[in-house]
């Protein structure tokens, strides 16, 4: 599985938009790369997925460049409420593991 | 509220208790999962269960015994543990085994092995 690398922590202040860069040099072909949310003392949520180019919904952006070998996490004006670690996964969509690293610990402030 | 329900949320045992930890799932899943979050460290997948069918141990110390009498419910049952075992257990459930994006975990059951 693609090993990814993603800075360790993020400061940022209400309001703002945050990217957080993930680094995938080893993706395989068939991978896609998952972004998931944990809050302290919860579970991962599921944020977004993708392949290619960019994805958006209603909770974030995804944007993926042509060689696939990273990708940001985009979250529009946020709130205090998004203060998680947020995680960076790469691997088969189906009959894949969750294969979860550090993550980001994203902090906002007011 | 995920779907995904555990109980108890927390728990202390002494090393030579025996517990268990309880998970249910009330999405129709045919998928289940047992992953171990220590402090500082990432979630680590201990068992994966398909249509009640263990098809996956990680590596994990036999003190640790899941079980899956059905497709809705999971537990973990435990005995003699380690004061290292101490960590927060997180249950998932996934409408397909191994879907990376629908994987819907519970709020997990916090371990204190004194």
């Known amino acids: 599985l693609a090993k990814t690398t993603q800075p360790i922590s993020m400061d940022s202040y209400e309001g703002q938009e945050v990217n957080i860069t993930c680094s995938h040099n080893n993706i395989a072909t068939n991978d896609y790369i998952t972004w998931y949310q944990q809050f302290p003392s919860q579970g991962p949520r599921f944020i977004i997925q993708?392949?290619?180019t960019k994805v958006t919904n209603e909770v974030a952006s995804l944007f993926i460049p042509a060689d696939r070998k990273s990708s940001t996490l985009s979250l529009p004006r946020v709130s205090l409420s998004d203060t998680a670690v947020y995680y960076c996964?790469?691997?088969?969509?189906?009959?894949?593991?969750?294969?979860f690293g550090q993550g980001t610990e994203l902090s906002v402030k007011p | 509220e995920t779907g995904v329900t555990q109980t108890p949320r927390h728990l202390v045992m002494g090393m030579t208790n025996k517990k268990s930890l309880k998970c249910e799932q009330h999405l129709g899943h045919n998928a289940m999962y047992w992953y171990k979050q220590s402090a500082k460290k990432p979630l680590e997948l201990m068992f994966v269960y398909n249509f009640k069918e263990q098809t996956e141990n990680n590596s994990v110390p036999s003190r640790f015994s899941p079980e899956c009498p059905n497709s809705s419910h999971l537990f973990l049952h435990l005995h003699t543990l380690q004061p290292e075992d101490s960590a927060l257990y997180l249950c998932?459930?996934?409408?397909?085994?191994?879907?990376?994006?629908?994987?819907?975990f519970g709020p997990g059951t916090r371990l204190t092995v004194l």
């Open positions: 998932a459930s996934s409408q397909v085994l191994g879907d990376t994006d629908t994987q819907y």
């Open positions: 993708g392949y290619k």
């Open positions: 996964l790469v691997g088969d969509r189906r009959g894949g593991k969750l294969i």
